[in-house]
């Protein structure tokens, strides 16, 4: 299993177009749980502040931000209770856009507020305290696997926020300092930007450590289920076509009993090489066990699917140490045509006519709708 990202992992370190369901699910959970918990705890420590605000600040300072905070810390709260359950990057990007906008609304809100205050003692280190807010806003999003991309755009928007109410007036630093601090801002988005690529980095690879055969470098049986259930969830929700093929190796034991397992899988690697090689942007494939292979076509219907399947067996899957090709049964069903409505029986009707195509001679694809081999 290699360690290193592959040429278009890279890419998704920038951008998020390109993601896998299974590595978009798992960042979505993560980063909706991460925003809940934050969430949850801002609005806990916004509504403790008043305290502090109502001790240090004159009235009716401490009485205007007081009433900030609490409507802050209802939305923190809203925000802490939302999403639940969800694994969708638009609820995602959602929920990032919401803890990001309240505490940037709060922020000019604040210097609103503190510009209209004398700072003097411990008012003005008050006053000093909410001007590195936005700082902290920034840094935040390190906390976050995020793409290139993802994280100058939720940046950005509270480092304008900060440049705009230094234009303004509303900024409590020095203006001479305004460049300066603009600069630190970017830095500071740059480097969490980078710490939230890290932490994407390690999480595609803790992925395809989990979802992928070590040996064939295909997705996993249990990887392939979720696929499978998250593509006939979609292709129900839109009614469009879903087809699944049922790839068996013909005569596989023989190999491994008479030239021993190293051949065996030097054979696995070659035919899934041969395989991947003819798949469509978007097609899948699963090693199901042993040298039974699931192939998940999205938005096909099993003509299309067929027209794939009779180009992989032209070009071929490998050659066996004999000599002679290898060749592969297949079974062929789609979610429209086969009336089904639960992907395992899917599969199950995918397995059967792979068995009639193994009882038809191998060699073989049996399709959606058929009862002789194709």
Not at 33 to 58: E, H, K, M, Q, S
Not at 173 to 193: E, K, P, Y
Not at 271 to 292: S, Y
Request: hydrophobic share 50%; proline share 4%; aromatic share 10%.
């Amino acid at each position: 299993m290699r360690k290193n990202l592959a040429d278009e992992e890279l890419v998704w370190l920038f951008w998020p177009g390109k993601h896998m369901p299974l590595l978009t699910t798992r960042r979505a959970e993560m980063i909706l749980l991460r925003v809940r918990i934050i969430a949850a705890l801002f609005a806990l420590l916004t509504a403790l502040w008043i305290a502090i605000d109502a001790y240090v600040l004159p009235w009716p300072a401490w009485g205007k931000l007081a009433a900030g905070r609490l409507v802050a810390s209802m939305a923190f709260a809203l925000l802490a209770i939302s999403f639940r359950g969800s694994s969708r990057m638009r609820d995602t990007y959602i929920a990032l856009a919401a803890l990001y906008l309240i505490p940037t609304v709060f922020y000019v809100f604040s210097y609103t507020v503190m510009q209209q205050t004398d700072a003097n003692g411990l008012t003005s280190t008050i006053a000093g305290i909410y001007a590195f807010l936005p700082f902290v806003m920034v840094a935040g999003l390190g906390m976050f696997p995020l793409t290139a991309i993802e994280g100058m755009a939720f940046a950005l928007p509270v480092v304008g926020a900060e440049f705009a109410a230094s234009l303004a007036g509303l900024d409590m630093l020095n203006l001479s300092h305004l460049i300066g601090t603009v600069w630190l801002s970017g830095m500071i988005a740059a480097v969490a930007t980078m710490s939230g690529m890290s932490q994407l980095g390690f999480m595609i690879a803790l992925v395809r450590q989990a979802v992928r055969d070590p040996l064939t470098s295909c997705f996993s049986r249990m990887s392939g289920e979720e696929l499978l259930e998250i593509q006939f969830i979609i292709a129900t929700r839109s009614n469009t076509p879903l087809s699944v093929a049922f790839v068996d190796l013909d005569n596989f034991k023989s190999v491994n009993d008479t030239y021993g397992h190293d051949a065996g899988d030097q054979i696995l690697v070659a035919a899934t090489t041969a395989i991947r090689a003819g798949l469509r942007t978007g097609d899948m494939l699963v090693r199901w066990g042993g040298e039974e292979f699931i192939l998940i076509l999205p938005s096909s219907y099993c003509d299309e699917a067929g027209k794939v399947l009779a180009r992989l067996r032209e070009t071929g899957l490998g050659m066996r140490p004999d000599g002679n090709p290898v060749t592969a049964s297949i079974g062929l069903a789609e979610r429209t045509l086969d009336s089904t409505d639960d992907w395992r029986k899917l599969v199950e009707i995918a397995d059967q006519r792979m068995y009639a195509a193994k009882q038809g001679g191998k060699d073989r694809i049996v399709a959606c709708g058929a009862n002789s081999p194709a």
